[in-house]
């Protein structure tokens, strides 16, 4: 097996490192957001501020499941688990809740641009992506 070690393929690495950089940002932006960390919501508008500590106890737990979910997805494919596939499932319900959510409710105009649109696509491009990637390297024997 050249290239792998004990039937891990190089590419585990490189795909479980970049999404737990990917997902750790998501988490870390999570909790400051939470916590209502000053100096880093600083930078926020009074209306974005207001958008962000308005959100319903559903709509946080289903943020927290988005980005927590996605961050124990890519460590436990980096632990080559079967049970990445399972957390990255519920990274998508998570991410499914807080995108009905800011579907079906009042969003700050900073927040509905190009640039924004652009990023939920592209949170869910990546989710469907390790998703997939996770399913795969379950199906070929990889996670155990």
Known sequence: MHGQASGRPWHIWVVGVSAALWNG?????????ETRNARYMAGFAPDELAYFYDFPDWAVGAWALGVWGGLAGA???????????????????????????????????SFRTTASLGLTAAIWTIAGLLLW??????GRGVLR
């Open 133 to 138: 990637y996770a399913m795969a390297m379950r």
């Open 75 to 109: 460590l436990l494919l980096l632990l080559r688990s079967r049970w990445a596939v399972h957390a990255f499932v519920l990274s998508l319900v998570g991410l499914a809740g807080m995108t009905t959510y800011q579907m079906t409710h009042t969003v700050p105009a």
């Open 25 to 33: 940002v998501g988490a870390f932006d999570y909790s400051m957001t």
